[in-house]
């Protein structure tokens, strides 16, 4: 390939200063250029820089020319040749109007060019770093101050290697306050970050177990995290971290001491400039504090609305920085009063008419509309995408509305529903667009008219976003379909993380296959699972029924499917919607090669000629132990047979076996034996059919404990719903799933009632029972009456109490004084967990999760 002609188009030194400072200079006269690393979340292509990220999955270079198509013509690469090898010598003639930027690393320069952005602005800035309560002290900041400054936030919780500089290259000269949080998960990674935030206000939360793994000890981590914090005049924390304060006594021996305006609940002596917490009180509701401010020489009483400890930490920090505005103590009170607990994620939600609902109601701005777009982008199993949006109060208003309209447009909303005396008024709709909107002053015009039926909706996704003061969480509750109050939450980042660490264990050249059978393992529909999977590009689902792969085509599935049970007379379906059969018997193949030839003869009559090869995959089970399904060596001749008969429309897509105990270390040596049986009979098939097929023989549990059966593809079933059978690999998963539900009802119960059917519930003191909207018809097994199982509520165990019934449950709170009626109790989530469960009635977590009812509302969710 020539690529001469472009050779002066790439920066000629390949100093990383010099790079960036050519491409800030190249482009300062582009007041609005948008900074993108992720090929899906185009959004305004001419006014686009992609910086081209190799990462462990992804090769960023590999959508330049895709891109290029849509419009893009800007690039920041770090390899010349990976950047070019996609197109050919007809298409590099036309993209001479590109511009290619060489960088050393394409992160970095993303980073150094942030930074030198930032540092075109003097105003206060606040950043957060921590273990926990980053976001949300960040967001209810953002609640208290927003009257008195124009600030810019991090959307969500954007506070990566890649989301800082992002979030901080939307600063502009209308902000006077930046909010800005920092997240590290090893060491060097924050001497990128505090250059780009340039804190000069820092708040450090708190120091958990998150991210250990990462660092030698605790003290390692408090300190890499407290370099945020280097150049801070005023730095904000809580004296009762041992490590935080380590890290502190660093900054104060490195760099000066920062003004240590935190709070403290020990010996004010030595802590003087801090705020001394004097007391905490429960109240209704909330806790009161007491506080005295050494700064002012004045005693200070609150009322926090939370009894949370976290929440009432996260808002004591949130208090000190307010007193550090110098914010007076009745309007601290006020301001704390209209706080709420923020929902840090977007729920997808059932809603009438068949529509999905993507609930963002908690705050509304252009970044956060941005990441709520690409989630809606996901919801393809509906025709139409929907956007209810609020005036953005928070945001520079210049522009900001035709941006937005703009921004939908290039996301593929379809209609527009503005709430708003501002949008209402500046937001002109482009008719080249044809996105139907309609205008509303109020919330509650808008519910008037849906009321009436003057507005409608079918069969589509939409997304509810809308700052708080327009309470758009009654057009949620308007619109959602209303169903059994006991409810599953199923965290989409969780799953995605999961996904990722079993990925990260096997070769970036192997493929994956997720296991979305069996109502996505209790999950959901599948629809859900499905779509997060096909958007994170996993290579293959399985599902066991025709009727299941059919329903996931229907819903804009297009990952390659295969059906595991697969029935004769569902032939003619599978090749429709375009599935692929597991053949594991010889009377099955013999069916299947029958049908692939007649319908090869009737392709061929109709005149598709070569369009006919490879139309049939197939995918071939072996029995090298299970003793369960599939062919057993002495069937090889006939297989082999009856697949030559059909000719090249037939292919073998992959051939696989199935570990009988993966798990099981006392059982390794039988799980060795499967997989030599297995690469000898594989490698005998390659060898007659004379090409090659993908081979997979270990599931969740197999890929953690044989690293040398990974072959070409792995099956990842349990794994991916958080649970690790092998016990090898638990503490990196996290559970997705929380089952919850709520008291019906407290009763006072004397020693001589009982409870429940056949009075097996008895009491030997008063007892306060609780009635719970959870019984067997939704799951919840008898086995766990009578004190087996226990459910979760303020942070304490109640056990049942009598027989589990059809539709409810009853559990002994009388050690739990804060149980009231309304209370929602966790079955299973991350304490106690689907295991907990599993072991308690000794069986497995496939169980428990599986016997989900589908009448439970399940609620999916995601940051």
């Known amino acids: 390939m020539n690529q001469n002609y472009i050779k002066n188009e790439f920066m000629p030194t390949s100093s990383l200063v010099s790079n960036v400072a050519y491409i800030t200079d190249y482009y300062k006269e582009f007041r609005y250029k948008q900074l993108l690393t992720d090929s899906r979340k185009l959004a305004i292509p001419h006014d686009t820089i992609f910086f081209a990220i190799k990462g462990q999955r992804q090769d960023g270079h590999n959508f330049i020319k895709s891109l290029y198509k849509k419009g893009v013509r800007c690039f920041i690469i770090e390899d010349k040749e990976a950047a070019l090898r996609h197109f050919n010598e007809e298409e590099l003639l036309i993209v001479q109007d590109a511009q290619f930027l060489l960088v050393k690393n394409s992160i970095r320069a993303l980073q150094e060019l942030a930074a030198h952005h930032r540092k075109q602005f003097k105003l206060p800035v606040i950043g957060i770093t921590g273990s926990n309560g980053k976001t949300i002290i960040k967001e209810w900041l953002s609640q208290l101050l927003s009257d008195s400054f124009q600030i810019i936030k ?5 506070n990566s290697q890649i989301g800082v500089p992002l979030s901080v290259w939307e600063l502009s000269e209308e902000h006077t306050l930046a909010i800005f949080e920092a997240g590290i998960s090893q ?6 970050l505090e250059p780009i935030i340039q804190p000069n206000i820092g ?8 991210h250990d793994d990462g660092f030698e000890n605790r003290i390692e981590k408090a300190t890499e995290k407290a370099k945020l914090f280097e150049h801070c005049k005023f730095l904000i924390s809580r004296d009762i971290y041992s490590a935080v304060n380590t890290a502190i006594l660093y900054l104060k ?9 935190g709070w403290t609940t020990q010996d004010v002596a030595i802590y003087p400039s801090a705020v001394d917490m004097r007391y905490l009180d429960p109240n209704v509701g909330g806790v ?23 929440h009432v930490e ?43 609902l993507i609930d963002d109601t908690y705050n509304n701005d252009f970044a956060g509309l941005n990441v709520a777009l690409d989630f809606l982008l ?90 708080r003061r327009f309470e758009f969480e009654k057009i949620v509750d308007a619109l959602e379909l209303k169903v059994h109050g006991t409810k599953l939450e199923i965290n989409l980042n969780n799953l995605a993380h999961n996904l990722d660490y079993f990925r990260s264990l096997i070769s970036p050249r192997t493929r994956v296959m997720a296991m979305v059978k069996a109502f996505g393992y209790g999950s959901g529909t599948n629809f859900e699972i499905a779509h997060l999977l096909q958007y994170h590009r996993v290579d293959y689902l399985a599902v066991a029924y025709v009727d299941e792969g059919i329903a996931l085509r229907n819903e804009g599935i297009r990952t390659p499917i295969m059906v595991m049970n697969p029935s004769v007379d569902s032939f003619e379906k599978m090749f429709v919607h375009n599935l692929e059969p597991e053949i594991y018997s010889v009377a099955t193949l013999k069916r299947y090669a029958e049908y692939a030839k007649e319908k090869t003869y009737e392709l061929n009559l109709a005149d598709f000629g070569a369009d006919v090869k490879d139309v049939f995959k197939i995918h071939l089970k072996l029995d090298t132990g299970m003793n369960r399904l599939g ?25 696989f076996t199935h570990l009988a105990a993966a798990d099981d270390g006392e059982m390794d040596d039988f799980s060795r034996q499967q997989i030599k049986e297995f690469e000898e009979w594989a490698a005998e098939l390659e060898q007659q059919l004379g090409y090659s097929f993908l081979r997979h023989a270990v599931n969740s549990a197999g890929i953690i404990r044989f690293k040398n059966a990974h072959f070409e593809m792995v099956r990842l079933g349990l794994g991916l719903y958080g649970v690790d059978s092998s016990k090898k690999a638990q503490e990196h998963l996290l559970p997705i799933s929380s089952l919850k539900a709520t008291i019906s009802q407290i009763k006072v119960v004397h020693p001589s009632d009982s409870v429940g059917y056949s009075r097996k519930g008895r009491v030997e003191r008063i007892s306060k029972i609780a009635t719970i909207a959870i019984g067997y018809a939704d799951g919840y097994d008898r086995r766990f009456g009578n004190g087996v199982g226990k459910v979760y509520l303020h942070g304490e165990l109640a056990p049942t109490i009598g027989n589990i019934c059809m539709d409810m449950c009853m559990v002994d709170v009388t050690d739990i004084e804060e149980a009231k009626e309304g209370d929602e109790v966790i079955i299973f989530g991350e304490y106690p967990t689907v295991t907990d469960l599993a072991n308690t009635i000794d069986t497995i977590p496939y169980e428990i999760l599986t016997n989900v009812s589908e009448r439970v509302k399940r609620i999916f969710y995601a940051d």
């Not at 021996?253 to 305006?261: A, N, T, V, Y």
């Not at 062919?631 to 051939?655: C, H, K, R, W, Y």
Request: charged share 25%; glycine share 6%.
């Open 154 to 158: 991090s959307p969500k919780s954007y």
């Open 187 to 192: 060491p060097n990674e924050m001497e990128y």
């Open 203 to 210: 708040i450090f939360t708190n120091l958990g177990s998150a």
């Open 253 to 261: 021996e490195r760099k000066g001491d920062p003004h240590f305006f």
């Open 288 to 310: 009161n504090v007491g506080l005295y401010d050494p700064h002012t020489d004045k005693k200070l009483n609150f009322y926090l609305p939370f009894s949370n400890p976290a």
């Open 314 to 356: 996260n808002c004591l920090h949130c208090i000190v920085t307010m007193l550090l505005f110098e914010y007076k103590e009745k309007e601290i009170q006020e301001k704390i009063n209209k706080l709420k607990a923020v929902e840090m994620r977007l729920e997808l939600k059932q809603g009438l008419f068949n529509c999905s």
């Open 378 to 467: 996901q919801q393809s199993n509906k025709p139409k995408r929907t956007v209810i949006l609020s005036d953005m109060p928070e945001e520079n208003q210049k522009g900001l509305y035709e941006k937005i309209f703009q921004l939908c447009a290039k996301k593929g909303v379809e209609r527009v529903i503005a709430v708003g005396e501002n949008i209402k008024r500046t937001l002109i709709p482009d008719t080249e667009t044809l996105i139907d909107t309609q205008f509303f002053a109020t919330t509650e015009d808008f519910l008037s008219d849906f009321a009436d039926g003057e507005i409608r909706f079918g069969n589509e996704a939409i997304l509810i976003k809308g700052a």
């Open 631 to 655: 062919f057993a060596t002495n069937d090889l001749p006939v297989l082999l047979g009856l697949i030559q008969s059909v000719g090249e429309s037939l292919e073998v897509a992959s051939v």
